[in-house]
C-alpha cells in the first residue's frame, strides 16, 4: 500500500516489520493476537482518538485479514472515516469496506449514506472514491441503490472528465451484475454520444461500456457504428504527436483503437455507403502502418502495433466482403509466420484458420501451405504446432487434400500425445470428404490404424466399414488390403476389428489366391484371438459363422472353436452364449437358411458423418461451424436384398417394450430435415432403389404393400396425420403374438379411442383371434398397446383388406403359415 505524503504511519511500518521478522508461524500468531488486543481496548476505551489514529489501526487490521486471519471488530471505525475529509482517511475507510464489510451487514445503510453523500459531493476525488467502492462491490443491492445516481453522473455535462470516467466503468461493472440497470429511451443516444466527447479517457471507458450493451441489445444500440467509426478514423489518421497524452510508444491510442474495433464486430458491414467506405479507408490504413518499419525498437511498440493489426484483421474476417482487404490481411499473417516470436507466429496461424473459411482468401491462404507443414514439424512449442494443424485442416481442400493427408499422417508417428487423437479425427473427416478414389481412403484409414491405434475411434472405423459396405467398387480391395495389414508382426485390435468385419463380409472376393484362401483367413483372424478384449473377441465369432457361410470346407474348422468357446474355457457369458448359439445354427441350419440368415450386410442409410461431431464436441469453437460438411457416403445403386441396419432390429428384439414409435415425449417443433412426421425407428424394407428422404416416408407408409410383411416382423402398419400404427409380431408354427401400438401424432389427447381387431368371414373357424382392450385415452405424443393373440386352425389361401369410411385404414400385418390378421380402427 503506497504510503500518503506526510502520513507515514510509523506504527504501521513497524507491525509489519514484526510480522515479516517473526521466526515462526506461532511467533507470528502471538504478535497479531498482541496486537489485536491493543486495538480492541484502543476502540473501546480510548474515545479521543483522531482520524490519524483511527486510520492507522484499521490499516492494521485490514493487514491482518490479509494474511488470512478473521477480523470481527473495527467496521464501525472504518464507516466513520468515510465522513471524513481528509483523502487519506476516506480512502483507507473505503478499502476496508470494499475488502472487509459484507453487503448483508447492520451497517449497510450507514455505508449507502455514506457513498450517496460522496457522489453528490463537489469535491471529484470523493466522487471517485465511492464510485470505485461501488464497483469493487458491485452487487446486486449497490445497482439498485446507485441505479439512477450514476447514469445521471455519466451523461451530466457538469461532471468532470476524470468522474465521467469512473462512471463508466462503475456502471459496466453493475451492468454485469443487473442488466436492469441501463435506462433506455433518450438514455441510449446520450451513452453513444460519448463516443464523441473531447476527452479520450472518457471515450476508452465509454466504449468498454458499449460493447457490453451492444451485445445484450444491438439494434438499440444500432447507431454507434457511424460514431464509432468515425472515431476510429481519426486515431489511425493522427500523428502520434497529435495524441501525445494518449500515444504509448509511437502508436496513438492503441487499447481505444482495439475496443473500437471489437465493438465493430457485433455488427455486419455498414449499409451507409459512406460510413462504409471510411471504415475500409480505415483497415487499409492499419495495414499500410504494419509495412512502414518500427519506429522504436522497444518491444512494447511492436505489440502495440500488433494488437491494433490483429484486431483489425479480425474485423476484415467478420465483415468478409472485402476480397483486396482479405487477400491483405493474409498476405500481413504471412510474413508473421516466419517471425521470431512465437506468439506472434501462433496468432498468424490463428488468424490464418479464420481467414481460410472465406471464399475470397482461401487460395492467399493454401499459398503458405509450405511454411505451415514446416511449422507443424519443426515448431518448439506444441500450442503453435497444434495451431498449425488446425490451419492445415481449415485450408485442405481437393487440389491439396492428398498432400496434406500424407503430411498428417507421416507426422503423426512422432506428434504429441496431446494432439494425436484430434489429429487422427481431422485425418478421417478429410480423406472421406475429398476422396475421389475410395481405395485412397481405405488406405488412408488403416495406416491412421498402423499408426495411431490406440487414438483411433469407434466413430473411425465404424465409419470406414460404412463407406466400404456401401461401395461395391471398393470391397475387393479393402479386403485384399486389411488382410495384408493383418499379416503384420504387431497388429493393433482396432486393425483387428476392422479385418474381422470386412472379411466377414467380402472375404469371398480374395479367396480364390492361394495366399488369400479360405483356410489362410481364418489362421490369421484366430491368431489375433488370443490377444484381443471380449468385445472384439465376440466380433471374431460373428466373422466366423459368417465364414461357415461363404467358406463351407472350413465348417468343421470353426465349428471346433465354437465346442471350445461353448464351455467353460471362457469366462465370459457373452462369448459362451455366442460360441453355443453360432454352433448349434452351423449344425441345425441347412444351407439355404444359412445363407439367408447370413446374408451380406445391407447398404447404411445415406446419413451424415458422426465424426466431426466428436471433433466439435472435443475442442469447442475451434472447428468452424460451416468450414467443413460432413461428408455422406455415396448410395449406391438399389440391391435386391437391402434390409434395415442390424444395430436397430437387434434394438427392437431385445426390448419387448421397445417405444417403436418414438413417441415416449410430446411432439418437438419440426427441424431442418425433419418435416414433423415420426420417425420409423426400424426403417422401409423392402422398398427398391436408394433411401427416399422422410418428407415422402408418410405416402410410402399408407401404400398397401403386402410384400412389406412377409419377411418382416416390425415396423410401421398405418400413418396420417392423426395416428401412427406400429407392429411387433413373433410367430411359432401355428401360434402367433402381435403387439399392436396406437401413437398420438396430435397435439391433443385423443378421447374415446378404440381399436377392434376383427376375424375376417372366410377364416371364421380356421383362425381363432382373441385381442385386450386398449386404453380410452391416449395423451399427446403417446403411445398405447394392445396384445393380439392367434391361432391358425386350419390352413386358408388369399389375402384380404377393408376400408372404412372410405380410408385405408388398415392394412396386412402377417402372412406366415397362412395367418391373416386385419385391423379396424376407430377414432
Known amino acids: 500500500m503506497p504510503a ?59 493487514f491482518i485479514f490479509l494474511l488470512g486471519h478473521d477480523i470481527d471488530f473495527g467496521h464501525m471505525e472504518a464507516v466513520n472515516l468515510l465522513s471524513s475529509n481528509k483523502y487519506s482517511e476516506k480512502q483507507i475507510g473505503y478499502l476496508f469496506i470494499s475488502v472487509l464489510v459484507n453487503t448483508r451487514s447492520d451497517l449497510i445503510n450507514l455505508i449507502n449514506q455514506s457513498i450517496k453523500n460522496d457522489l453528490q459531493s ?92 451492444v451485445k445484450k441489445n444491438p439494434d ?76 522504436s525498437k522497444k518491444v512494447q511498440h511492436s505489440n502495440a502495433k500488433n494488437a491494433v493489426l490483429f484486431e483489425a484483421i479480425s474485423l476484415i474476417i467478420h465483415m468478409d466482403t472485402e476480397p483486396n482487404l482479405l487477400v491483405r490481411a493474409c498476405n500481413q499473417l504471412g510474413q508473421f509466420l516466419s517471425n521470431r516470436e512465437t506468439n506472434l507466429r501462433y496468432l498468424a496461424l490463428e488468424s490464418m484458420c479464420l481467414l481460410a473459411t472465406s471464399e475470397f482468401s482461401h487460395d492467399a491462404v493454401k499459398k503458405h501451405q509450405e511454411v505451415v507443414i514446416l511449422s507443424m514439424k519443426m515448431e518448439k512449442d506444441v500450442s503453435v504446432r497444434q495451431q498449425a494443424v488446425d490451419l492445415l485442416y481449415a485450408m485442405c481442400d481437393k487440389t491439396n487434400a492428398e498432400e496434406i493427408v500424407q503430411e498428417m499422417l507421416n507426422y503423426l508417428e512422432t506428434a504429441d500425445y496431446s494432439i494425436r487423437e484430434e489429429m487422427v479425427l481431422k485425418v478421417a473427416i478429410l480423406a472421406e470428404k475429398y476422396a475421389t478414389d475410395y481405395t485412397w481412403y481405405v488406405d488412408v484409414i488403416l495406416n491412421l490404424i498402423r499408426i495411431a491405434g490406440d487414438y483411433v475411434s469407434e466413430e473411425v472405423w465404424y465409419r470406414v466399414i460404412q463407406i466400404v459396405i456401401n461401395r461395391d467398387d471398393v470391397q475387393g480391395y479393402a479386403a485384399k488390403t486389411v488382410f495384408e ?26 479367396a480364390g489366391d492361394q495366399r488369400s484362401s479360405p483356410s489362410v483367413q481364418f489362421q490369421l483372424l484366430h491368431s489375433k484371438y488370443h490377444l484381443c478384449s471380449p468385445m472384439t473377441r465376440a466380433l ?5 459363422i459368417k465364414f461357415v457361410n461363404l467358406f463351407p470346407e472350413i465348417k468343421t474348422q470353426i465349428q471346433e ?76 445403386g438399389s440391391t435386391a436384398n437391402h434390409q434395415e441396419e442390424r444395430s436397430a432390429a437387434k434394438t427392437v428384439s431385445a426390448n419387448a417394450s421397445t417405444d417403436l414409435l418414438g413417441l415416449s415425449t410430446p411432439p418437438a417443433a419440426p427441424t431442418a430435415g425433419n418435416t414433423g412426421v415420426l420417425v420409423d425407428m426400424l426403417g ?45 409380431s413373433e410367430f411359432r408354427q401355428n401360434l402367433g403374438r402381435i403387439t399392436l401400438f396406437y401413437g398420438n401424432k396430435t397435439s391433443t389427447a385423443l378421447q374415446n379411442f378404440s381399436a377392434a381387431v376383427t376375424n375376417p368371414t372366410g377364416c371364421i373357424g380356421k383362425l381363432n383371434v382373441q385381442s385386450k382392450k386398449v386404453d380410452p385415452t391416449v395423451e399427446a405424443g ?3 398397446q394392445q396384445m393380439v393373440n392367434g391361432e391358425c386352425v386350419f390352413d386358408y389361401p388369399g389375402l384380404s383388406s377393408i376400408l372404412m369410411a372410405n380410408l385405408p385404414l388398415t392394412k396386412l400385418i402377417k402372412n406366415e403359415q397362412h395367418l391373416n390378421f386385419i385391423v379396424l380402427i376407430s377414432v
Not at 467509426?229 to 502520434?240: E, K, P, Q, W
Request: hydrophobic share 40%; charged share 25%.
Open 540 to 544: 471374431l465369432l460373428s466373422t466366423y
Open 684 to 728: 422401409e424394407l423392402y422398398t427398391s432403389g436408394s433411401p427416399q428422404p422422410h418428407a415422402n416416408n408418410v405416402a410410402a407408409q399408407n401404400a398397401y404393400n403386402p410384400a412389406k410383411f412377409v419377411c418382416k416382423n416390425n415396423g410401421v402398419l398405418f400413418e396420417n396425420d392423426l395416428i401412427q400404427i406400429g407392429v411387433k
Open 4 to 62: 500518503v505524503r506526510g502520513d507515514g504511519m510509523r506504527g504501521l511500518a513497524v507491525f509489519i516489520s514484526d510480522i515479516r521478522n517473526c521466526k515462526s508461524k506461532e511467533a507470528e500468531i502471538k504478535r497479531i493476537n498482541k496486537e489485536l488486543a491493543n486495538i480492541r481496548s484502543k476502540f473501546k476505551g480510548d474515545k479521543t482518538l483522531d482520524g490519524y489514529q483511527k486510520k492507522k489501526y484499521v490499516c492494521k487490521l485490514l
Open 122 to 213: 463537489r469535491n471529484p476525488i470523493h466522487v471517485n472514491l465511492a464510485l470505485q467502492c461501488i464497483a469493487n462491490i458491485g452487487s446486486k443491492e449497490m445497482a439498485e441503490v446507485f441505479g439512477h445516481d450514476i447514469p445521471k453522473l455519466l451523461v451530466s455535462g457538469d461532471t468532470m472528465d476524470v468522474v465521467k470516467q469512473s462512471a463508466a466503468l462503475c456502471l459496466l461493472r453493475l451492468f454485469r451484475t443487473s442488466q436492469e440497470i441501463i435506462p433506455g429511451g433518450e438514455w441510449t443516444s446520450r451513452i453513444i454520444h460519448l463516443l464523441n466527447d473531447q476527452h479520450m479517457g472518457v471515450v476508452t471507458a465509454a466504449t468498454s461500456l458499449i460493447d457490453a450493451l
Open 220 to 295: 438499440e444500440y444500432k447507431g454507434c457504428i457511424s460514431l464509432a467509426v468515425s472515431r476510429l478514423s481519426r486515431i489511425v489518421t493522427a500523428s502520434y504527436t497529435d495524441l501525445q497524452d494518449y500515444t504509448y510508444y509511437f502508436v496513438p491510442a492503441p487499447w481505444l483503437s482495439v475496443k473500437l474495433l471489437r465493438l465493430l464486430q457485433n455488427y455486419p458491414p455498414p449499409d451507409d455507403p459512406g460510413v462504409r467506405g471510411r471504415l475500409i479507408e480505415c483497415l487499409e490504413t492499419i495495414l499500410n502502418k504494419a509495412q512502414e518499419p518500427p519506429k
Open 485 to 510: 495389414a493383418l499379416q503384420a508382426p504387431a497388429c493393433h485390435e482396432n486393425m483387428v476389428k476392422v479385418g474381422g468385419y470386412i472379411l466377414g463380409e467380402f472375404g469371398n472376393l480374395i
Open 782 to 784: 403417446a403411445q398405447v
Open 561 to 636: 472353436v465354437f465346442k471350445q468357446h461353448s464351455n467353460l474355457r471362457s469366462a465370459d457369458a457373452e462369448l459362451q452364449q455366442r460360441a453355443s448359439e453360432y454352433l448349434q445354427l452351423s449344425i441345425i441350419a441347412s444351407h439355404d437358411m444359412l445363407a439367408t440368415v447370413l446374408e451380406e450386410m445391407p447398404v447404411f442409410p445415406e446419413r451424415e458423418s458422426s465424426i466431426l461431431a466428436v471433433l466439435k464436441k472435443k475442442k469447442p469453437g475451434r472447428v468452424p461451424e460451416n468450414e467443413i460438411r460432413e461428408h455422406k457416403s455415396p448410395v449406391p
